[in-house]
């Protein structure tokens, strides 16, 4: 699998928008980066995925750069409810997994 | 609520003993994946089954087993219980096992081991 990079914390203002990164140097060109959170203990919420091209759809946004090498997890207006891990993963071809690394601790302040 | 259903939700137990947990995956999806959250471990792939047949396997413990009935649910089996094993314990569906599809995962069973 490749291997995603993720900073353990950040925090975000209730209300602006929350700018989650993700480094996957290592990204083949057949390989999905995902994006999941996990609110306190719940199980795993699927946010949004894609390939190469940006994709939006009504949780949040994903910015995909040019060599695919990094990834922006766009949260549009974050509320408290947005409190979570975030994980970013990357999906191997044939490999139906979903590896969990430790995430980005997100905290939303109002 | 993402239509994957498990129980129980929480579930004490002594070391030694054996339980089952239960999942059942969302209305028409065919592959079920179990996965364990420990505090020192994060959430791991364990198993994989579709229409009743094991399909992939990751860290799985010989004491654990799992299959998939007719109906389509799943049943996680951990015997020989240790302390180790206490645990956040989730599933998964999917429709069919292809690369890109989207895993929903059930709220989980909380396992404590005294």
């Known amino acids: 699998d490749a291997k995603t990079t993720q900073p353990p914390s950040m925090d975000c203002a209730e209300g602006r928008a929350a700018n989650l990164p993700c480094n996957h140097s290592?990204?083949?060109?057949?390989?999905?980066v995902y994006w999941y959170r996990q609110i306190h203990s719940q199980g795993p919420q699927y946010i949004i995925h894609?390939?190469?091209n940006n994709e939006t759809n009504e949780m949040a946004s994903l910015i995909i750069t040019e060599d695919r090498k990094s990834s922006t997890l766009i949260l549009p207006h974050a509320t408290l409810r947005d409190t979570a891990v975030y994980y970013c993963?990357?999906?191997?071809?044939?490999?139906?997994?979903?590896?969990f690394g430790a995430g980005t601790t997100v905290t939303v302040r109002a | 609520d993402s239509g994957v259903t498990q129980t129980p939700k929480h579930l004490i137990t002594a070391t030694g003993q054996r339980v089952t947990l239960r999942c059942s995956p969302r209305?028409?999806?065919?592959?079920v994946y179990w996965y364990q959250q420990s505090l020192d471990q994060g959430l791991q792939f364990l198993i994989q089954?579709?229409?009743?047949?094991?399909?992939a396997k990751g860290n799985i413990l010989e004491r654990f087993s799992a299959q998939q009935f007719p109906d389509l649910h799943s049943e996680l089996n951990l015997s020989s219980l240790e302390l180790g094993d206490s645990a956040l314990y989730f599933c998964?569906?999917?429709?069919?096992?292809?690369?890109?599809?989207?895993?929903?995962f059930g709220p989980g069973t909380r396992l404590t081991v005294l």
């Open positions: 209305s028409g999806d065919l592959s």
């Open positions: 894609g390939l190469k």
């Open positions: 290592t990204i083949s060109g057949n390989e999905y």
């Open positions: 998964a569906s999917t429709p069919a096992p292809g690369r890109t599809d989207t895993q929903y």
């Open positions: 089954y579709y229409n009743g047949e094991e399909r």
């Open positions: 993963i990357v999906r191997v071809q044939n490999d139906y997994k979903l590896s």
